[in-house]
Nanobody, 115 residues
Framework: VQLVESGGGLVQPGGSLRLSCAAS????????MGWYRQAPGNQRELVAT???????NYSDSVKGRFTISRDNAKNTVYLQMNSLKPEDTAVYYC??????????WGQGTQVTVSS
C-alpha cells in the first residue's frame, strides 16, 4: 500500500492550497480516508476525515475553511484549504483506515503559512 501526498508549499496568510493523496495497493473505495497534521513540538492531530460513503468530519479549528473530498475513480483524496492561518503550518499526513484493522500513512507534505 502506498499513499503519496502532494500539493504542500509556502503560502501567505489568507491564501489557499489543495493537497492531494494518491493511493495504490488497496481497494480505495472501501477505506475511510483522512488528513492529519503535526506541527513541531506538537502531537499529530486530526484535520478531516471522509468515510467510504462520503460522510465528512472536521476538527473545530478548520471547520468552515477546509474541505475534504474523494474521487474513487482516481483513488485520490483531497484537502482544499482556504483562509489559511499561520497556525495551520504543519506537516500534513494522509491516512487510510479499514474497520480499525488496516491503517496506513503517507510520508507527509509540508504546509507553511507565512508572510
Amino acid at each position: 500500500v502506498q499513499l503519496v501526498e502532494s500539493g504542500g508549499g509556502l503560502v501567505q496568510p489568507g491564501g489557499s492550497l489543495r493537497l492531494s493523496c494518491a493511493a495504490s495497493g488497496l481497494l480505495f473505495s472501501n477505506f475511510a480516508m483522512g488528513w492529519y497534521r503535526q506541527a513541531p513540538g506538537n502531537q499529530r492531530e486530526l484535520v478531516a476525515t471522509i468515510t467510504s460513503g462520503g460522510i465528512t468530519n472536521y476538527s473545530d479549528s478548520v471547520k468552515g475553511r477546509f474541505t475534504i473530498s474523494r474521487d474513487n475513480a482516481k483513488n485520490t483524496v483531497y484537502l482544499q484549504m482556504n483562509s489559511l492561518k499561520p497556525e495551520d503550518t504543519a506537516v500534513y499526513y494522509c491516512n487510510s483506515k479499514y474497520r480499525s484493522v488496516l491503517d496506513y500513512w503517507g510520508q507527509g507534505t509540508q504546509v507553511t503559512v507565512s508572510s
